[in-house]
């Protein structure tokens, strides 16, 4: 059998470019299809939408109210199922002629935060999003009704199907290349000179530098515990987070955009993981347990399915309180590494492969025998 693989648009890096490029290795002889790409060559062979021809591929927000007639709109194909990866519109999508009814199994990141829960993302409190919200609520549930089965990628993001779409999902959680963490890395000299200039015993905090993912509370966590905090990735909060950094008691040390090799040295060194956001799943949480480091992480959300209380780190349910901090950070540094990357093992890109290819072999299966 063959099938289509959808994702909604493709960048050089991100958790679901990660789950898209598992789904291809699970499914080689599957076709693509995105919004547009923009992998600069990561992903070849994708196929684009009419958007990827038009200057709105370059603005996600501006384009937002057309993807939904979009998705409703692609061309004639000879498949017999379609795997989408949403965390927005891609849900929606369908082929003409007799690709129209093509078994649809939806791998769910989240239903769009944008405008189901706004409260988690601060993006979704703009104006033009808001009222699109309204409108585009009922249409997207109706959509979600559509899929012959929809996993999620944490229970978290499930319940929270449950609640908008009205459907039931079952969990997979999302790839992580945990191996690669295993392994003392490879440094050129630039990179070398980098971590050896890091000071000893910071805490560390991975991610884009977006306001929705509280890099802010890293800091205030370098206060707290006394301890340095290193801030790697790159994004538009940037000078936010350097302005408070300045004014902060905490000797903070950003690393823009680091290399791959220097990031996973940088797991290896740090004392903990600081992960403060609540994220639907959380993949660096995982990163950094592979890396025998264990995390503080928020005690909402996806990151504390895989973060173990008290084994693989401390969960923390009041960011803003200095006490629990520390005593959390106490916590978590008494785990082992070997704890770290046994827990981490269980998420690694072979137990997704194999979860992934049973959920869209229900498409081979009787309907009545789906799940």
Same mark, same amino acid.
């Given at each position: 059998m063959t099938g289509v693989i959808v994702h909604e648009w493709l960048e050089r890096s991100g958790g679901a470019e990660n789950v898209f490029e598992a789904m291809r290795e699970a499914f080689p002889d599957a076709q693509s299809w995105a919004l547009w790409d923009d992998s600069d060559g990561r992903f070849p062979g994708v196929a684009e939408t009419v958007l990827a021809r038009t200057p709105l591929r370059r603005s996600k927000i501006a384009a937002l109210p057309f993807m939904p007639a979009v998705w409703r709109a692609l061309p004639e194909i000879r498949a017999d199922w379609m795997l989408v990866s949403s965390h927005l519109f891609a849900h929606h999508a369908r082929f003409r002629g007799a690709a129209?009814? *093509?078994?649809?199994? $939806?791998?769910? =990141? %989240?239903p769009a935060r944008y405008i189901w829960t706004p409260e988690l993302d601060r993006r979704g409190a703009r104006l033009p999003v808001r009222i699109a919200a309204s409108a585009f609520k009922p249409m997207d549930r109706r959509r979600a009704?559509?899929? %012959? @089965?929809?996993a999620a990628n944490s229970q978290f #993001?499930?319940?929270?199907?449950?609640?908008? +779409?009205? /459907?039931? @999902?079952?969990?997979? =959680?999302?790839? #992580?290349h945990t191996r690669a963490f295993a392994t003392e890395p490879t440094l050129n000299a630039r990179d070398q000179r980098v971590l050896d200039a890091l000071p000893e015993g910071f805490l560390l905090a991975v991610s884009r530098w977006v306001s929705y993912k509280r890099l802010d509370a890293a800091i205030t966590t370098g206060e707290a515990t006394? /301890?340095? #905090?290193?801030?790697?990735?790159r994004g538009p909060d940037e000078a936010r987070l350097?302005?408070?950094?300045?004014?902060?008691s905490a000797q &903070? %040390?950003? *690393? =823009?955009?680091?290399?791959?090799?220097?990031? =996973? @040295?940088v797991y290896r060194k740090a004392a903990a993981l600081v992960f403060p956001a609540i994220e639907d799943f959380g993949? &660096?949480? $995982?990163?950094?347990?592979a890396s025998g480091t264990p995390v503080l992480a928020s005690a909402y959300g996806g990151v504390a399915e895989s973060v173990v209380?008290?084994? %693989?780190?401390?969960? &923390?349910?009041? +960011?803003?309180?200095? *006490?629990?901090? /520390?005593?959390? *950070?106490?916590?978590?540094l008494r785990a082992t590494p070997a704890d770290c990357r046994s827990r981490a093992a269980m998420f690694d890109t072979d137990a997704f492969t194999s979860r992934i290819r049973a959920f869209v072999a229900q498409a081979d299966a009787p309907v009545g025998a789906r799940g």
């Open positions: 129209a009814d *093509l078994p649809k199994y $939806v791998y769910a =990141h %989240t009704q559509e899929a %012959t @089965a929809i #993001v499930a319940d929270r199907i449950a609640t908008t +779409w009205e /459907r039931e @999902a079952t969990v997979i =959680h999302p790839p #992580v006394g /301890r340095p #905090v290193v801030i790697a990735g350097r302005e408070l950094a300045a004014r902060s &903070v %040390t950003f *690393l =823009h955009h680091p290399s791959s090799a220097l990031l =996973h @040295a993949i &660096v949480a $995982v990163e950094a347990m209380d008290g084994v %693989t780190g401390a969960h &923390v349910h009041d +960011w803003e309180s200095p *006490l629990d901090i /520390r005593s959390a *950070l106490e916590t978590a």
